[in-house]
Structure formats: C-alpha cells, structure tokens
C-alpha cells in the first residue's frame, strides 16, 4: 500500500491551497482517509477525516469552516482543500487510511488508521 501525498507549499496568510493524496494498492472505496499535521516534535494532530462518502467527513475545530476534504474515488484520491490559511497552519501534513469494515464514519483517532503517507509540508507566511 502507497499513500503519496503531493501538494505542500509555500503561501501568505490569507490564501489557499490543494493538498493529494493518491491511493494505491489497496481498496480505496473500502477506507476511510484522514489529514493529519505535525508541528516539529509536537504529537500529530487530527485535520480532517472523510468515512466512505462524501456526506461523512469530520474537521478539527481549528479548521472547520476553512478545510474540506473531498475525495474521488474513481481516482483513488482524497484531498485537503485548504482556504484562509493562517501561519498557525504551517505544519508537515499526513495522509491515511482505514479500513472501514461495516462503518462509513470518518475516524479523529490516529490509532485507528492503518496506513500512512509521507508527509508535505505546508508554510503559510504572515
């Protein structure tokens, strides 16, 4: 199993950004897929989460209302549409994926996923 998540980059405050993450080897329809970001040594923190449709994702608190996460699963892809990038933003972002089993609800819990990318790093600029 692949996750390659593609995307990071540099931004002012204020602006937007795209972040993929394309599956592969793996069942995409079958997994719930997640964004979480990591600040230097600090614990990973949850982002964004999307269950087996698109009517089932779950954002952070600090992200809701800025952060969307579509997927297609015709692509094998989900991805983190970023908009009002702050500089508390900046962060390394993952990518990962569960299996869903009988559930269709997006998981927060890291310990729950089973699969993960490696990261791209996003830096929003004051």
């Known amino acids: 199993v692949q996750l390659q998540a593609s995307g990071g980059g540099w931004v002012q405050a204020g602006g937007y950004l795209r972040l993929s993450c394309e599956a592969s080897g793996l069942s995409f329809g079958s997994y719930g897929m997640g964004w979480f970001r990591q600040v230097s040594e600090k614990e990973r923190e949850f982002v964004a989460a999307?269950?087996?449709?698109?009517?089932?994702?779950n954002q952070a608190d600090s992200v809701k209302g800025r952060f969307t996460i579509p997927r297609d699963n015709a692509k094998n892809t989900v991805y983190l549409q970023m908009n009002s990038l702050k500089p508390e933003d900046t962060a390394v972002y993952y990518c990962?994926?569960?299996?869903?089993?009988?559930?269709?609800?997006?998981?927060?819990?890291?310990?729950?996923?089973?699969?993960w990318g490696r990261g791209t790093k996003l830096t929003v600029s004051s």
């Open positions: 999307i269950g087996r449709r698109a009517g089932r994702t």
């Open positions: 990962a994926a569960y299996y869903l089993g009988l559930s269709a609800q997006p998981s927060t819990d890291p310990h729950r996923y089973d699969f």
